[in-house]
């Protein structure tokens, strides 16, 4: 066994971004990842990009992202055949993981009841958007909506204008997270004691759990966060925290420093007037408009230099094409690529855990539709015939390039 996971088998029903994105950590680590698609048109993300563009000109990008190291197969849930046929297949899984509406995929009996039915050692991971009771269980889970209701965006974005969502997807990634997390320790505790259980993760309980520092500052200080009019860098901050501006059209952030190194190393004396933490605070908008037309006065890389030369926390603000020439993100090898039978070559972010006896690869691209169909079928038994009479039927379809 040279990965961590080898021997470790998932059934992934999953889609869009939560459960494909747990479901690759997992595959990097070296399980056999099942993904069970819809037959014909597969996982929604396969329809979704950016840009109005596509990788290759017929793939998404949202896609190939989120589902590498992984084999397809494209079946119709719905179908009597194909149920029995994926409670044959859990019979020999570990995981199963899904990331439906609360209800949908028990009501067609992918329920944890049917799947412990057949294999009572079965993990099953469902991840939603709330939970699977209460009084939003029927809402669309969706990322932005989950970082409003959780409190991210009210604390994001300047005072004066409107709050601003992250520019990720960090409540789905946050719930992928806690997919393998609880994942994880399901598996170690059933090589224990040889006992599957059923995993719950919601977006808005794992945000929430993410945000912990600021619900403990606000539940019991007595206070709440207002978001600065300048770009403090956090509600709870008081300045220089924040990004700042430089001569060339460039920006730093700056973290931590005492405040007084800072305006010597700017050439700022004037600004000794506001070193103070309580003044820093109070103050903090216009400490920040004075600090940012200091910065204005160097170029970027000359800022750098200074501020790190004194040890203060800073760093470039980049963009993503120029964080991945970054020399450190280079160093790491942390931009790699795999090819793709349609996509070509595709540049990817490389894992991100690294083990010295087990480490993490890239060994499949994300897969076409149904693309491993007949293989996986025939390793659980099926014959030719039969898997000939699926197709036919339309129950199962495979893309092949």
Wanted: glycine share 10%; proline share 5%.
């Amino acid at each position: 066994m040279n990965k961590a996971l080898e021997g470790v088998r998932i059934l992934d029903f999953s889609h869009l971004l939560q459960g494909p994105f747990a479901t690759q950590l997992l595959g990097d680590m070296g399980a056999d990842v099942i993904k069970i698609e819809r037959a014909g048109a597969g996982d929604m993300f396969r329809g979704m990009t950016f840009f109005a563009k596509w990788v290759g000109g017929s793939e998404s990008p949202n896609f190939l992202a989120w589902n590498r190291n992984k084999r397809s197969i494209a079946l119709n849930l719905k179908s009597r055949k194909v149920h029995a046929i994926l409670m044959e297949m859990a019979k020999n899984a570990d995981v199963v993981v899904q990331n439906f509406r609360p209800g949908v995929l028990a009501k067609l009996g992918y329920g944890y009841e049917d799947f412990k039915a057949v294999n009572p050692r079965i993990i099953y991971c469902s991840g939603s958007g709330y939970g699977e009771e209460g009084p939003y269980v029927e809402r669309p889970g969706q990322d932005m909506l989950i970082q409003g209701l959780a409190g991210l965006i009210a604390n994001t974005g300047r005072g004066d204008q409107a709050p601003v969502p992250a520019g990720a997807g960090l409540a789905d990634q946050i719930g992928a997270m806690n997919m393998v997390y609880g994942i994880l320790s399901a598996l170690y505790y059933r090589e224990k004691t040889g006992k599957g259980q059923k995993i719950e993760v919601n977006l808005l309980a794992g945000l929430m759990a993410h945000l912990n520092q600021e619900y403990v500052a606000v539940l019991n200080l007595g206070e709440d966060f207002v978001r600065p009019n300048s770009g403090i860098g956090h509600p709870g901050m008081q300045a220089p925290f924040g990004i700042y501006e430089t001569k060339d059209g460039g920006y730093i952030s700056i973290a931590m420093s005492p405040f007084k190194t800072l305006y010597e190393v700017l050439d700022a004396p004037q600004l000794a007037i506001y070193d103070e933490l309580k003044t820093l605070f109070d103050k903090r908008d216009e400490v920040f408009e004075k600090v940012n037309a200091e910065t204005r006065k160097f170029a970027t890389q000359d800022l750098l230099a200074r501020l790190l030369a004194v040890d203060i926390w800073c760093a470039e603000v980049k963009d993503i094409r120029r964080a991945a020439e970054d020399p450190q993100v280079r160093h790491m090898g942390m931009i790699t690529s795999y090819d793709h039978p349609r996509g070509g070559k595709v540049r990817v972010v490389a894992p991100a855990v690294k083990m010295s006896e087990t480490p993490a690869t890239i060994e499949r691209p994300a897969p076409l539709v149904g693309q491993h169909g007949r293989e996986i079928l025939a390793e659980f038994g099926l014959s030719k015939d039969e898997i000939a009479a699926l197709e036919a039927s339309g129950d199962m379809t495979v893309d092949a390039a």
